[in-house]
């Protein structure tokens, strides 16, 4: 079997890179087109039905303005973390599992987006208000955590500076997942135990509050992503004479903090999965009956 040159390594690594980049900008369109779809929709039947007011435009930006920016970031990032992490050395010294693992980890995480894209349009939105986007919303963050939970690094990286870098990123986003998902579902609690049977449903009252809190929640967690991902994914922008690293990453730098960080991270999570039953959110089928709009039962019924 003829040896390949470096070159032609190269290049075929870059090729595999590129097709996964791909499929990725595949997924990202989809759900694009479909949150525009939706805003038409909803926008044209409001024109027509005379049932457009403030309070409902500004929801509907909100909540479309933290879809988009949730969209645009994940996109973003997954490429450039595939840049990061397979370009750097290409994919001949990448174990083919941990290679896997991260096809899998990009794909599962974006099917929750696709979700949020699809619960944007006119026909959820009147069955159930915004309760998918809030449910698909979550389950972005545990699909995240749960792929984020194994280090999938190789044994023989250990001490390399630019590994130890990337593994202080993928704990970063652990912990701000797992973090994210308690003040979300806790946010959830404090609003049913207010009265509200579903918060999540954004249409009058304490949903409002509930929606407005979970869109700043997810606008927030995108605004501390990037701005302490940033110096990994662009190591060309972090200065001149050193790759440079955020205060957080720099932080997480020593493996054994790490290592602790990233267990109690995952305590985190499975404290969030707790709330979330107890919060009856597993349920989803009890979940959508307490949701369902006025017009969603009438919607049902026919």
């Given amino acids: 079997m003829p040896v390949l040159q470096e070159d032609e390594v190269r290049r075929l690594s870059d090729r595999s890179v590129d097709n996964l980049r791909g499929l990725y900008s595949v ?32 929801v509907h930006a909100l909540v479309s303005l933290s879809f988009l920016v949730t969209l645009g970031l994940f996109h973003y990032q997954t490429d450039r973390y595939l840049d990061v992490v397979y370009r750097r050395n290409g994919l001949p010294g990448v174990r083919p599992l941990v290679f896997l693992a991260d096809l899998v980890r990009g794909l599962v995480s974006m099917a929750p987006i696709y979700l949020m894209a699809q619960s944007l349009g006119a026909e959820p939105y009147r069955q159930v208000g915004f309760t998918w986007y809030v449910l698909s919303g979550a389950l972005f963050l545990l699909s995240n955590t749960l792929f984020l939970s194994w280090t999938g690094r190789d044994p023989q990286t250990d001490g390399d500076p630019e590994e130890d870098r990337i593994d202080a990123l993928r704990v970063f986003w652990l912990l701000l997942n797992s973090a994210s998902m308690v003040l979300l579902f806790l946010v959830y609690r404090l609003f049913r135990a207010g009265g509200e049977v579903c918060p999540a449903r954004g249409e009058t009252g304490l949903q409002l509050g509930f929606l407005t809190a979970f869109c700043v929640l997810l606008l927030a967690r995108n605004l501390i992503d990037i701005s302490q991902s940033w110096p990994v994914l662009h190591p060309a922008f972090a200065g001149a004479g050193s790759p440079g690293s955020s205060r957080l990453l720099t932080w997480l730098a020593p493996a054994p903090r790490r290592r602790t960080i990233r267990w109690a991270a995952l305590v985190l999570a499975l404290a969030a999965l707790g709330l979330s039953a107890e919060a009856g959110l597993l349920d989803i089928l009890a979940v959508t009956r307490n949701c369902m709009t006025p017009q969603g039962f009438r919607g049902a019924a026919g």
């Fill in 27 to 58: 997924l990202f369109a989809l759900s694009f087109g479909l949150a525009l779809t939706g805003t038409y929709d909803k926008v044209h039947a409001a024109l027509f039905g005379q049932v457009f007011d403030a309070v409902t435009l500004g």
